[in-house]
């Protein structure tokens, strides 16, 4: 009887594993604690994350891209004075109100309609130690099924998505992927990055993965974006992550997970990349996305064609 037992356990486990491997992610977990300290003081009562971009918070242009690659639950991390993260992906009965009785149903219903992309859930990160701090915070809420990882400042402008293009390397190689962009080699210690072997255009199965590596010393000039597709297997790499400057790296169990005999793929992204942590990177995107606004993008162009004369 007792071995009957064990027999099932073990078909019931790897028929979860088998279930877990095939399935197209539906989470995502979107990585928004950080102090958000090189916009102080803007972000002293405001999250970094709902800094706009013209007339809409960074952070929902992450989960609209998320949604449209196919999540259906999205999970973030969060950290003190973040509740207008919140605030902002829930229903909004008294604004809502005010619009529909000033005739304004069209902002009436795209306030409304912020609120159910998805499924939103909060969890705490504790303290600020980093994205694979950040990552396991989450975990609870993932159960045993492959997951993505978004930076919650970090907008790159492609089509299909850098989410999409990541889904679909996953779906070939059923294994854990990163994003993966070109920076200027004299940057590189700014960075996680990697070394590896490119088994597609624009698909590398990596080989070893650095964080922050010296001056001078980068396998590459590929750096890892905080933005993932991760698989259960992978996340207990994540808790024997030891700290660099006080804070929890993704990079170091990457490629501890390489090293005990993973395989774990980057997907090089061609397009634009808004780092909208720092002011340069913001701007930037400011710029952009005026620049392509329905209402104000022609008058703005010509604005800045002005400026150039």
Known sequence: MDHLCTDIMSYMSDKKKEMSDTKRPTK??????????????????????????????????????????????????????????EDHFDRAPELEQFLESRGKSDMMRMVRETA???????????????????????????????????????????????????????????????????VAPETTHRYGVIEGEEVESGVWKIKRAVEKPAPGTAPSNLATITKFVLTPDFVPYL???????????????MDAYIKEGGEFYGCEVAGEWYDCGNKLGYTKAVVHFALKHPEIGAEFRRYLEDLAL
């Not at 808790?239 to 169990?253: D, F, K, S, T, W």
């Open 239 to 253: 808790e024997r992550v030891e700290a660099q400057n006080g804070e929890l790296y993704i990079p170091p169990a």
């Open 28 to 85: 995502a977990v979107i990585l928004a604690a950080g102090f958000g300290t090189r916009f102080l003081p803007a972000t002293k009562a405001q999250p970094k994350e709902m800094l706009p971009l013209v007339d809409k918070p960074i952070v929902q242009y992450l989960v609209e891209e998320a949604v449209a690659a196919g999540m259906k639950e999205i999970i973030m991390v969060t950290g003190k004075n973040k509740r207008a993260i």
């Open 116 to 182: 159910s992309l998805a499924f939103f859930a909060y969890v705490r990160q504790k303290e600020p130690r980093g994205t694979a701090d950040a990552v396991l915070a989450a975990w609870p809420l993932i159960g045993s099924e492959p997951f993505a990882v978004m930076s919650g400042d970090d907008i790159i402008e492609t089509k299909p998505s850098a989410l999409e293009q990541m889904i679909r390397v996953y779906e070939k190689y059923r294994a854990p992927v990163t994003c993966l962009m070109r």
